[in-house]
């Protein structure tokens, strides 16, 4: 005995020593290991001319993006319009978020080599002849888009170039894209961006803004122990300047570039710019966003969602609270006693105890959408988590929608298991229907009605058509994946046992007393929503900002944390809802689905009152039925 105690003892040790040296190995190895980037966030640094190399480049490029507005439900590419465009276009690779949000990235011929100055230099000229149907057509389109106020979005080093101009309380805003140009109306009334220029007055004339002052903003690194410079901030301001030609350019001051809203006689537009670039080491590459950020001032009123938010939610745990530890409790109790006879006549939720699971009518649908609701709610939860962590930044492009996606097909076995084990629990029997079900339904709706919204892109010649080739790479990652991972959830939640239910079912289903208003269904949709709504609507204000009136989204920690508080929600009141059901003596007939139906209710509401808020011009054969359908595809997502 004390050979084997003495023979166990020197093994423990053993293993101990073998386990510190293990940990040891880890963490010398993870302290060793160098910082890395995400793809497409990797500083790029920038020398001058004959200073440059593999590592530092010399020429700075701007590309150009699809242009949009938030009067016209249809962004275009950068080419429909008669713009100056690059002799040897490139177009940068696109990740599937990017070709999803319709984002068509492209070169342009403003090119400029780093930290060398340039005073009004020209692009190209465009000329116009009244009689030239060809050049007529560009021209009416080029008119149209400043008529809706369509908006540049350039690029430099991966970073929007944009326009900074003092708003109200003397702050500044700073936004991504600037327009084509203005307008002033047959009336004498100054839209959009003419009210810069008090020259901007006369009446049914169109004012193109040809000629932008670049200022490139850029951290020497002199003292940060890398090589050349890296660029922190680009921004622009545009200008209305009408030129005789190309060799004599005055960019200062002179007449504005004027288009006549009746085309009479010939004309030309000579597009110009100038680049200044400015040394700037306070700040840091990291950081270069912030300047735009910060000119959105939304903090204040994120914390009062969150504080509004939390109300709710401490009001709804107060009434659960009161319901579980006071009636339910005094309620079992009662029940509980060992002496039944003296026990009054059971009335309420208990007299419904041997319904309540019974199996709904319609077990099938209830079961394939908690499955598909399985998926999104586990795909949102990840997604929003990645996104606070910092990995899908603004900076990290098309990175959201690509991760979403990508979720999505590959969380096809938890959906097919928890679809496949609820409907083995409800008696179901036709399982292939049910996997089938499961695999298709919900995101064939949704295809269907992104295949038919795309019809309608293509015909109107818009940037947001999907191309063919990537709509094939979305119907081979759903079949190819998503639904063969479904099958395989479905398989194990068909072989585990069924779900034991803690009451027997009566077999004779007992019959529901006369309801009140406040129990009957309409009623319950309309209240039951108002409080988990309640929690989401400031987010879903800027949610819809982001989509329909193009604005830049990053708040991702407030949007997670009222995520949270939204799940919160949603449970207790949904115990609430039950609890005051099964008191009016309402047993199980998916009266728990009031509750979505309810939030989804407001919710469709508050997008409609948002879109109510943006003039969408919406005129043409095709463009209200494309309204109609992203509006359709945003509230079934939401579902």
């Known amino acids: 005995p004390k050979v084997r105690g003495t023979t166990s003892a020197t093994k423990m040790k053993r293993r101990i020593h073998l386990g510190l040296v293990l940990v040891c190995s880890l963490v010398s190895y993870f302290c060793s290991c160098s910082a890395f980037y995400l793809p497409g966030l990797a500083p790029v640094s920038f020398c001058e001319d ?10 700075i490029q701007l590309f150009v993006n699809r242009l949009d507005s938030v009067e016209s439900v249809l962004p275009y590419e950068y080419d429909v319009f008669d713009f100056c465009k690059d002799a040897k276009e490139m177009r940068p690779s696109e990740n599937l978020g990017q070709v999803l949000f319709g984002e068509r990235i492209e070169s342009s011929p403003y090119k400029f080599n780093f930290k060398q100055d340039i005073k009004c230099k020209a692009v190209c000229t465009k000329n116009y002849h009244k009689g030239n149907q060809e050049e007529t057509v560009k021209l009416e389109f080029l008119k149209m888009g400043m008529q809706l106020n369509y908006q540049h979005h350039w690029i430099i080093d ?5 326009w900074c101009y003092d708003v109200e309380d003397g702050q500044k805003y700073c936004n991504p894209g600037f327009p084509i140009g203005c307008l002033v ?9 003419c009210v810069i220029n008090a020259e901007f007055n006369k009446k049914n004339t169109f004012y193109v803004f040809n000629h932008v002052d670049i200022k490139i903003t850029y951290h020497s690194g002199t003292t940060e122990g890398w090589r050349g410079a890296r660029l922190v901030a680009a921004t622009m301001e545009p200008k209305s300047i009408k030129q005789v030609d190309e ?8 007449n504005p570039m004027e288009i006549p809203g009746e085309f009479d006689n010939d004309m030309s537009v ?22 735009i950020l910060v000119s959105m001032p939304h903090t204040n009123i994120q914390w009062f969602s969150i504080m509004n938010s939390l109300v709710i939610v401490l009001f709804l745990s107060g009434m659960v609270a009161m319901i579980m530890l006071r ?14 006879e003296d026990a009054q ?18 077990g099938m649908l209830l079961s394939v959408f908690l499955g598909q609701g399985t998926q999104i709610f586990i795909m949102t939860f990840i997604t929003l988590f990645l996104a606070c962590l910092g ?13 979403a996606v990508v979720l999505w097909v590959l969380l096809g076995t938890p959906a097919g298991y928890v679809s496949a084990r609820l409907y083995k629990t409800f008696g179901g029997e036709k399982w292939k229907t049910n996997v089938l079900l499961t695999a298709l339904l919900c995101p064939g709706i949704v295809f269907a009605d992104f295949f038919l919204m795309n019809l309608i892109l293509w015909v109107e010649g818009s940037s947001a058509a999907i191309p063919f080739g990537t709509l094939v790479a979305i119907l081979a990652l759903w079949f190819g994946i998503s639904v063969p991972l479904t099958f395989v959830g479905a398989y194990f939640g068909f072989k585990k046992p069924a779900i034991e239910q803690p009451v027997r079912t009566n077999q004779i289903p007992r019959q529901i007393p006369e309801q009140s208003f406040f129990t009957k269904p309409i009623p319950g949709i309309v209240m039951g929503g108002i409080l988990p709504f309640g929690c989401i609507f400031i987010q879903l204000f800027f949610i819809l900002n982001s989509i329909w009136s193009h604005q830049m989204y990053y708040m991702f920690g407030f949007l997670f944390l009222v995520f949270i508080i939204l799940l919160i929600t949603c449970s207790e009141a949904t115990i609430l809802l039950c609890y005051f059901h099964l008191c009016a003596e309402v047993h199980f007939r998916c009266h728990f689905l009031r509750l979505h139906s309810s939030v989804l209710v407001h919710l469709c509401r508050g997008c409609v009152c948002k879109e109510d808020n943006i003039k969408y011009q919406i005129t043409g054969e095709y463009k209200p039925s494309l309204y109609v359908a992203q509006k359709y595809m945003a509230h079934h997502d939401v579902r």
């Not at 991966?158 to 944009?162: F, G, H, L, S």
């Not at 060799?247 to 002179?254: D, H, M, P, S, V």
């Not at 006549?345 to 309540?356: A, C, F, L, M």
């Open 50 to 59: 004959g200073k440059g190399g593999e590592d530092c480049q010399v020429l």
């Open 158 to 162: 991966n970073m929007p170039v944009t």
């Open 185 to 193: 109306t047959l009336d004498g009334r100054v839209k959009d961006a």
């Open 247 to 254: 060799k004599t350019l005055n960019c200062e001051t002179g």
């Open 270 to 291: 000579v597009y110009t710019y100038s680049v200044q670039f400015t040394e700037d080491n306070s700040i840091k590459w990291a950081s270069r966003w912030d300047y």
């Open 327 to 340: 009636t339910l409790h005094k309620d079992i109790a009662r029940y509980n006693q060992v002496d039944q």
């Open 345 to 362: 006549e059971e009335s309420g939720w208990k007299q419904v105890h041997g319904d309540v699971f019974r199996p709904p009518r319609k």
């Open 391 to 403: 990995f899908l930044s603004p900076a990290n492009r098309g990175a959201l929608m690509t991760c």
